[in-house]
């Protein structure tokens, strides 16, 4: 069943056409890879699901419904959570209180009772404590719980981002480029996390990578794009050995344009 | 060095952090208290001056330190709260219910007021809130009937409970008053900072983007902001109309505007401490500079000396010093000397400089 569907969505900025009919569906349970160069228009098909660009044609549905009727705001209680390229965490804030905002949509009480900070408040902040420590034991972030974001070095930055979506108890999670910036070592135990989120907690991944080692070993499918258009989807090893992919990323020879 | 041992999430979710912080706030809560019975009636008087300076100071900081809004706008916002406050007294509404009216009044006022300009950013924002003070100026004029026009309302005296409060009979209940107001607004705000009220403005004052990515609804939750931040404001303009007995047009012009936003950054902005910090220096530098004038002049023979202006320029002089020197005010100052004692001899120079922020997503607006 597939859990997200483009149907030839076209973004354009002015002349530019930003994304050119893309056609994508993603599974229930895989883990969905974007790649392609510099300029081939991911990062905006994110920004489209999540609702900061409005496509000029075609559809976006999740589980079956639209989702251009919703505002950005309310695409995370649909189940979408995501993460940025360059990092957008809160940096005057802790660690613990950048992953309880993850818990905002899940907040039930009233202003008043906030200002008096009812034992309903009080509970609610310990059930959401309850889901912010399972995610700092999965992501192992212990040690930097009480640090603020404004002094940790930014491969910590990228797993607390990580954190913070999964703290939203999302469906599915649109992770953009998990991996830049990261070390060998930080990409290797990103790929344990992205396999351990598929598997024990059956979330749904759709991500934007450069690094083709780490793209190989998690995702099931892969879309190549190149300047906004399709070029290639399969299993990571067909669509690196596709010609146009090849061409895309190397450059055509004289003799073959010709 | 304290080490915390935290046995259960209540530890991070109570008001305070540990015993010795606790014990500390209410040997402060005490004192205050008790002032009336430590200093004269004069200095009763300055103090209760303070505590309105400072219950307008949280209410700017819940927006500007925050939610990260400018606001240059909140003099008219005391001006709504002050003279609804003295209509509904001076029609006969019992104290106890026309004061809170007045702040939920001025709220929601303020936030439907606000609702069309929130899509504005930064100084844009500034300018917007800044023509709501002009427009309000001219506006109390222009509705007389209501308002007096330029010569203003006469506080009429008012009663809790049977109990007659007047600045002038009775200093120490009008400070008792002030300070009980005061302790409520911050009752409330703190409340609001650790739940997930709290947590939103944070989120919309580090990163919008972000914090609509999580849910949160930039639109509302800055025109809950605003709410809230013009019903604690409107609350102490209440007290200031009632507190100096006479007032116009021009006790709420846009040097009371601007003064508000000098105080909480001179305070430290993003902390409650700061609003009080910064009270304490506005509400008491026209004192000290009176005394130390008295005194000066004294000590050298120059009889009474009078250098229109002083005022002010002290204050900006004041104000560049902490820009220049320390941008994050005197809670930042203070932070830093608790930090230096508490970890003797370990302190660095550079532990509270900010570490060059990476690169922020490219903004879609």
């Known amino acids: ?258 | 060095m304290r080490y915390m041992f935290k046995r259960s999430y209540d530890a991070d979710i109570n008001l305070f952090k540990h015993k010795a912080q606790m014990f500390w706030y209410l040997a402060l809560l005490v004192l205050v208290v008790a002032l009336p019975w430590l200093i004269d009636d004069f200095f009763i008087g300055e103090a209760t001056n303070v505590l309105i300076w400072a219950i307008a100071g949280m209410g700017l900081m819940v927006l500007v330190g925050h939610t990260g809004q400018a606001s240059l706008g909140h003099a008219a916002f005391m001006a709504l709260g002050c003279y609804a406050n003295v209509i509904m007294l001076q029609r006969g509404v019992p104290f106890v219910i026309a004061f809170p009216l007045a702040g939920l009044i001025t709220g929601v006022v303020g936030a439907i007021i606000t609702l069309p300009i929130l899509r504005l950013q930064g100084i844009y924002l500034a300018i917007a809130t800044l023509a709501i003070s002009v427009l309000t100026e001219d506006f109390i004029i222009i509705a007389e009937p209501w308002t007096g026009g330029v010569s203003g309302l006469m506080a009429p005296a008012f009663d809790i409970f049977g109990i007659s409060i007047n600045r002038y009979v009775t200093p120490d209940l009008f400070y008792f008053l002030a300070l009980g107001v005061a302790l409520l607004v911050l009752g409330a705000y703190r409340n609001l900072l650790r739940a997930p009220l709290g947590r939103a403005f944070v989120a919309l004052r580090d990163s919008e983007i972000s914090a609509q990515a999580m849910g949160v609804n930039i639109t509302k939750t800055k025109a809950i902001s605003f709410g809230i931040s013009c019903a604690i404001v409107g609350l102490a303009g209440a007290l200031l109309g009632l507190y100096a007995g006479a007032f116009n047009h021009e006790t709420f012009n846009i040097v009371l505007s601007i003064q508000l936003l000098l105080m909480i950054v001179i305070g430290g902005l993003g902390s409650i401490h700061g609003a009080f910090f910064g009270a304490i220096v506005i509400g008491f530098l026209p004192q000290f500079i009176a005394i130390s004038r008295d005194v000066i002049s004294e000590s050298f023979g120059l009889g009474s000396v009078f250098i229109p202006g002083i005022e002010s320029g002290i204050f900006a002089a004041i104000l560049i010093g902490f820009i220049l020197f320390e941008p994050s005010g005197i809670y930042g100052r203070w932070v830093k000397i608790r930090t230096y004692f508490e970890l003797f001899p370990f302190y660095r120079k550079g532990m509270f400089k900010r570490q060059k922020s990476f690169l922020k997503t490219e903004r879609m607006k």
């Open chain 1, 1 to 258: 069943m597939s859990l997200l569907t483009l149907e030839n969505v076209t973004l354009t900025f002015g002349g530019v056409v930003a994304v050119d009919n893309v056609s994508f569906h993603v599974g229930e349970g895989e883990v969905f890879a974007l790649v392609g160069p510099n300029g081939a228009g991911k990062s905006t098909i994110f920004n489209l699901i999540s609702r900061f660009y409005n496509p000029v044609k075609g559809d976006i549905r999740f589980e079956s419904n639209s989702i251009l009727k919703r505002r950005a705001d309310q695409i995370p209680t649909l189940g979408i959570a995501r993460t940025f390229q360059n990092i957008e965490l809160f940096e005057q804030s802790t660690v613990l209180q950048n992953l309880l905002v993850g818990r905002q949509i899940h907040a039930r009480n009233g202003l008043f009772s906030q200002m008096i900070f009812s034992p309903s408040v009080r509970d609610e902040e310990r059930r959401h404590r309850a889901v912010v420590e399972e995610v700092i034991d999965f992501l192992e972030l212990q040690p930097y719980r009480d640090k603020y974001i404004a002094g940790l070095p930014y491969g910590v930055r990228k797993i607390v981002e990580l954190g913070r979506a999964l703290a939203t108890e999302p469906k599915m999670l649109l992770l953009d480029e998990p991996a830049s910036g990261l070390s060998v070592e930080e990409t290797q135990d990103m790929i344990f996390w992205i396999e351990d989120i598929k598997k024990q907690m059956g979330i749904t991944v759709l991500m934007v990578e450069h690094d083709m080692n780490l793209v190989s070993s998690v995702s099931d499918r892969v879309l190549a794009l190149a300047d906004g258009k399709e070029l290639a989807i399969g299993t990571p090893k067909e669509v690196q050995s596709h010609p146009e992919v090849i061409a895309a990323y190397l450059g055509t020879s004289i003799a073959e344009e010709q």
